[in-house]
């Protein structure tokens, strides 16, 4: 994983990461007490993948709409 930026609530967060074949991509995780506080995957944007790590971190902020502002919060 090269990045991973939570809300503002921390009950959200989005990684963004390297595959082994130089490839990359992201996935948005939950965070809820019923899941014991567990990370949960919630859309499985996993399985794209990118050539670079700002089109994966563009796909993300098209993809996931609370991203763009705690991306702001995280610089």
């Known amino acids: 994983m ?3 930026i939570e809300n503002g609530d921390n009950d959200r967060c989005v990684d963004l ?7 990359f991509g992201f996935e948005e995780f939950r ?5 014991a506080g567990l990370w949960t995957p ?6 794209q993948s990118y050539t670079t790590a700002a089109e ?3 796909a993300a902020l ?7 502002e705690a991306a ?3 610089k």
């Open 2 to 4: 090269f990045r991973s």
């Open 42 to 47: 919630v859309a499985y944007y996993s399985g």
């Open 56 to 58: 994966a971190f563009d």
């Open 17 to 23: 990461f390297e595959r082994p074949d130089r490839t």
């Open 31 to 35: 965070r809820d007490v019923e899941d």
């Open 62 to 68: 098209r993809a996931v709409t609370w991203l763009s």
């Open 72 to 74: 702001q919060k995280t």
